[in-house]
């Protein structure tokens, strides 16, 4: 049986959470103070060039990270366009449940199995939506797969 464990699997939306909008604007927010900070000492004139290549260097730091989480909504979006054109829609089963508590709000995970070209394939996705809390043992899920990497999922709705 292949397994689907991954940050590929980790989500059942591809829309961004508040949480990953706030931490990406303030991400955004700090690189720009800092780069401005360094663009103004640096202008100046200030004598210590250490502090200046600094706040370059956590402006440019601080882009990079809050790139990484825009870019983790924008590649789910993106797997969703893929798999609407070339993945295949099948029907998963639910066969185990539970909550990761956490400081952002309880996460609610799932494990299920479905089929991918005669081959079983178990996967496990993580959610803060209420829609995951609503998801039972034994619940039938659609999702997308796509047939060259299974792993390669999204799930569509639940019933």
């Given amino acids: 049986m292949r397994r689907a464990f991954g ?10 959470t508040g949480l990953e909008i706030v931490g990406s604007g303030c991400g955004y927010a700090i ?10 000492l640096l202008l100046g ?7 200046v290549v600094g706040a370059f260097v956590g402006g440019i730091l601080f882009l990079g ?19 609407a054109t070339t993945g295949l ?12 508590p956490s400081d952002g709000g309880a996460w609610s995970c ?12 178990e996967a496990v996705a993580c959610d803060s939506t209420e829609l995951v809390r609503r998801i039972a043992i034994g619940s039938i899920l659609r ?5 060259d990497d299974p792993r390669l999922l999204l799930i569509d709705g639940v019933g």
Avoid at 143 to 147: K, V
């Fill in 31 to 40: 690189s720009l103070l800092f780069l401005a900070g360094g663009a103004y």
């Fill in 110 to 121: 799932i494990r299920f199995r479905f089929n991918a070209a005669g081959d079983p394939v």
């Fill in 65 to 83: 990270l809050s790139s990484l989480s825009t870019g983790h909504f924008l590649y789910r979006a993106w797997l969703r366009r893929r798999l």
């Fill in 7 to 16: 940050w590929r699997v980790n989500r059942l939306s591809d829309r961004p």
């Fill in 89 to 100: 829609a099948t029907t998963a089963t639910v066969i185990d449940r539970w909550r990761l």
């Fill in 143 to 147: 999702l997308r797969y796509d047939p």
């Fill in 45 to 51: 004139g200030i004598p210590s060039p250490a502090i």
